[in-house]
């Protein structure tokens, strides 16, 4: 996966605090949500990756993470990084092969 470096670099130069959280009632819970959780500089920030992703010519896909490049954005309870995936697709990989 390339990161669309030109167009997020001067959003990366701050550190965010988002925490992405899985809110289940119980482990048998159908209907679980994701939680998006940070304070307004950060869900500003994060609204301009969507955007830039979004917008991006060259790349279909950005991802980042706790435990993954960009770890500085995210919150130290964050569960889960994000991978954001413009349809239709422009490379052959799917999110499934984000690691790859
Ligand atoms: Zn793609």
């Not at 950060?42 to 609204?47: C, Q, T």
């Amino acid at each position: 996966m390339v990161i669309p470096e030109k167009a997020l670099a001067p959003l990366f130069e701050q550190a965010h605090e988002i925490n992405v959280k899985l809110l289940a009632d119980g482990d048998d819970d159908p209907y679980p949500l994701i939680l998006l959780e940070a304070d307004k500089s950060s869900l500003e920030f994060l609204g301009q990756v969507l955007i830039a992703v979004a917008r991006d010519d060259e790349h279909c896909g950005f991802q980042f993470g706790p435990h993954h490049a960009g770890s500085a954005h995210f919150s130290r309870q964050s569960q889960f990084g994000l991978y954001l995936h413009r349809l239709p697709c422009t490379h052959e990989m799917g999110p499934d092969d984000a690691d790859q």
